[in-house]
C-alpha cells in the first residue's frame, strides 16, 4: 500500500513529498500509522552525507510514533489501536550473540542490523523512516508506549531517550554521583532529565547561558557556558560521569580534564569529521573514554517504562511536512528546543 513520505535525493537537496510503497504486513509484523516523527541530528548527518554517501531518495525518521493498524496473523503482542513505536532499526538476525545478550544495535548476523531507513528490509525493498503516514514492522522490534505519554512527546524518547538512558544507566548515573551533559539539544535535554531522574546531581555544559533557565527546569543544579572564559578549566576534576551529546567536533582532551580520576566520559555525539586527542588527559587520572550507540528493545522499554514512572517526556516543537528543510538549518545551528516533531497529519 502506499504511504505519504518525505524524501530528499542528494546531500545538498531538499525534502519534497513523495509517495512510498509499504509492503502489507506479514504474519509477525504490525502496520502502523506514523502520527509524529521526530528530527534527529543524525537524520540531518545522513541526508546531509556527512556520515558518507547515503541511499537516495532517503525517508529519514527514527523517533516514530503511532497507532496499530492492521496486524499479521501470528502476531500476538500487538493489537490494532495500540500506542508504539519504533526507534533506530527495525530488524535483525535475532540469534547471534549480540542478539541474544538484547543489544540487536550490534547484530553480527547476515546483514547485521537493519536501520530503520538506508537499510535493506525483508521485502528487499530499502527501508524508509518516519517522516511517512505508515510503516511495516516486525513486531519484536516495536515498542510499547505508556498511556500516559502523548505521542508527541514520545516519539523524541525512541531515539534520543535511548541514546542518553543507556549510558547514564551503565555508567553508574545515581545519587552521589556527579553527571555532566555536553550539550543541551535533543540528546542533552532528555540525558539532564534522566540523570536527575535517577537521583545523580548534574551539570549542563553548554556554549551559552541562553539555556539555562530550561537546563534547570529540566533538573540540572549547575549550568556552565563555555562561551565563558576559563569555564572548562573551572571544571577540572570535576565529575564522575560526562555525556558528550555535542554534533560538531569539540576539544576532548579539555573535556576529559574535567573528570574525577577514574571517571568517565561517555561520547555518544558523531560529528562530520575525525578529533584529535592529547593522551594524558586520560592517563593522568585513569580516566576512561567510551562510546555509546542507542540501545537494544528491551532496554528502550525499560528507558520508555522509566520516563512513564518518573513523569519525564521530551519538549519538543510540532511542526509540518512543509517546515522539514527549515528545522534542519534551525538544529545545526543549535536553535531548536529542543526537538522538532513532524506531525504527518500535515502530509494529506
Ligand atoms: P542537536 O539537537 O543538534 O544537539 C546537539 C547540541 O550540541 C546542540 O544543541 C548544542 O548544544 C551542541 N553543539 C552544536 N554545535 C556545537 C558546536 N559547534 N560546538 C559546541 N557545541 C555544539 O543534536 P542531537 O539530535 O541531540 O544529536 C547530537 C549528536 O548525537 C549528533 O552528532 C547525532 O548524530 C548523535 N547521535 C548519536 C546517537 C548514538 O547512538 N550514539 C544517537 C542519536 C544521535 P548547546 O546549544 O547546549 O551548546
Ligand atoms: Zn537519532
Given at each position: ?6 524524501a ?21 509484523e ?60 527495525v530488524d ?42 505508515c ?33 547514564l ?68 576534576r ?27 566520559l ?21 580516566r ?38 527549515d ?20 502530509f494529506?
Amino acid at each position: 500500500m502506499q504511504a505519504i513520505a518525505y524524501a530528499i535525493d542528494s546531500p545538498t537537496g531538499r525534502f519534497a513529498r513523495t509517495t512510498i510503497e509499504r509492503r502489507d504486513p506479514g504474519p509477525t509484523e504490525v502496520l502502523f500509522d506514523v502520527a509524529f516523527a521526530g528530527i534527529c541530528h543524525s537524520d540531518i548527518h545522513t541526508a546531509r552525507g556527512e556520515w558518507g554517501r547515503a541511499n537516495y531518495p532517503l525517508v529519514p525518521g527514527h523517533e516514530v510514533a503511532g497507532i496499530v493498524r492492521q496486524v499479521g496473523s501470528q502476531v500476538s503482542r500487538f493489537a490494532v489501536g495500540d500506542r508504539v513505536g519504533v526507534g533506530c532499526f527495525v530488524d535483525s538476525c535475532g540469534e547471534c550473540e549480540q542478539c541474544r545478550a538484547g543489544q540487536e544495535q550490534f547484530c553480527e548476523g547476515d546483514g547485521g542490523t537493519v536501520w530503520t531507513y538506508g537499510g535493506v528490509g525483508r521485502d528487499g525493498l530499502p527501508t524508509a523512516g518516519g517522516y511517512s503516514t505508515c510503516i511495516t514492522v516486525e513486531q519484536d522490534y516495536l515498542l510499547r508506549i505508556p498511556d500516559s505519554i502523548e505521542l508527541a512527546v514520545a516519539a523524541p524518547l525512541l531515539c534520543a531517550g535511548i541514546t542518553t538512558y543507556s549510558p547514564l544507566h551503565r555508567w553508574g548515573a545515581g545519587p552521589g554521583k556527579r553527571v555532566a551533559i555536553v550539550g543541551m539539544g535533543g540528546l542533552g535535554h532528555m540525558g539532564v532529565q534522566l540523570a536527575a531522574a535517577m537521583g545523580a546531581e548534574v551539570a549542563v555544559i553548554s556554549q551559552t547561558r541562553s539555556k539555562e533557565t530550561d537546563g534547570r527546569r529540566f533538573g540540572a543544579s549547575e549550568y556552565y557556558a563555555t562561551s565563558e572564559e576559563g569555564t572548562l578549566r573551572s571544571l577540572r576534576r570535576s565529575f564522575d560521569l560526562m555525556i558528550n551529546t555535542v554534533s560538531a567536533g569539540i576539544d576532548f582532551t579539555r573535556l576529559l580534564g574535567c573528570l574525577k580520576v577514574g571517571g568517565a566520559l561517555v561520547d555518544v555525539g558523531l560529528p562530520e569529521h575525525p578529533i584529535q586527542l592529547r593522551l594524558n588527559a586520560l592517563i593522568g587520572g585513569n580516566r576512561i573514554l567510551a562510546g555509546s550507540q542507542i540501545g537494544g528493545i528491551a532496554e528502550t522499554q525499560e528507558m520508555l517504562d522509566f520516563c512513564a514512572d518518573h513523569g519525564l517526556a521530551a519538549q519538543v516543537e510540532i511542526i509540518g511536512g512543509e517546515d522539514i528543510n527549515d528545522a534542519y538549518d534551525k538544529v545545526v545551528a543549535s536553535q531548536v528546543r529542543y526537538r522538532y516533531v513532524i506531525d504527518t497529519s500535515t502530509f494529506a
